[in-house]
């Protein structure tokens, strides 16, 4: 079975650009979950959603952004990049909500110059 | 304010002793508890999950936690650590209406010959 992907790897942008995030889960699996996890802070809980709908967000601003899509994969967008999003983004996927155990992918280096 | 707390940032032990990572929360409700280990340019893996029941909870790769209400915490167990066994640990908190996995910052752990 093949777990969660996550593409790019590694993704290098310039401060005032935007970046898409791409996550394809488990198959089966409807919710698809965002963090973030910038050096020093863990990880922060960044979007869910389940079914294509956003059942909730951190506390991230607006430029923060994505969507789920009738096959379940979901891309995550950040508008308007600034030096403090470089981080590695991780998606995770589960059966369909909280309780139910999260699948997490390698993630996505993002670096912004 | 809710919060997960993991009070070692890095712990160093030879390998074969045993290991205990602390993981403390504040939450007026019982949350649901996890353990993850992050291995390095790796996603996340669930060592363990608490829901209910027996407050000892065994899990993967030799791992065991212990839910203590009366210390609000759930610490991590292994009695006998392998050199595979070094990586960064995640505490995580789930409390329902809150619809979000709270992270702690990590412990990283490194094994020593």
């Known amino acids: 079975e093949a777990g969660v992907t996550q593409s790019p790897t590694h993704l290098i942008k310039t401060r005032g650009q935007q970046a898409t995030l791409r996550c394809s889960p488990i198959?089966?699996?409807?919710?698809v979950y965002w963090y973030q996890q910038a050096l020093g802070l863990g990880l922060q809980f960044l979007l869910w959603y389940d079914e294509g709908e956003e059942r909730n967000r951190g506390n991230f601003p607006p430029r923060f952004s994505g969507r789920q899509f009738p096959n379940y994969s979901s891309e995550l967008n950040v508008n308007a990049l600034e030096l403090e999003d470089s981080a590695l983004y991780l998606c995770?996927?589960?059966?369909?909500?909280?309780?139910?155990?999260?699948?997490f992918g390698p993630g996505t280096r993002l670096t912004v110059t | 304010a809710q919060s997960v707390t993991q009070p070692d940032i890095h712990i160093t032990v030879s390998e074969g002793a045993s290991l205990e990572l602390r993981c403390n929360y504040s939450y007026g409700a019982t949350p649901y508890l996890f353990w993850y280990v992050q291995s390095p340019g790796q996603g996340l893996q669930l060592l363990l999950k608490?829901?209910?029941?027996?407050?000892l909870v065994q899990g993967i790769k030799g791992f065991e936690a212990e839910f203590k209400r009366s210390q609000s915490s759930f610490n991590l167990r292994k009695p006998s650590v392998h050199w595979s066994d070094a990586a960064e640990y995640f505490c995580?908190?789930?409390?329902?209406?809150?619809?979000?996995?709270?992270f702690g910052t990590g412990t990283r752990l490194t094994i020593i010959p």
């Open positions: 995770a996927s589960s059966l369909g909500g909280i309780r139910y155990e999260q699948y």
């Open positions: 995580a908190v789930f409390v329902s209406g809150n619809e979000k996995l709270t």
């Open positions: 198959s089966g699996h409807t919710s």
């Open positions: 608490y829901f209910s029941g027996d407050t």
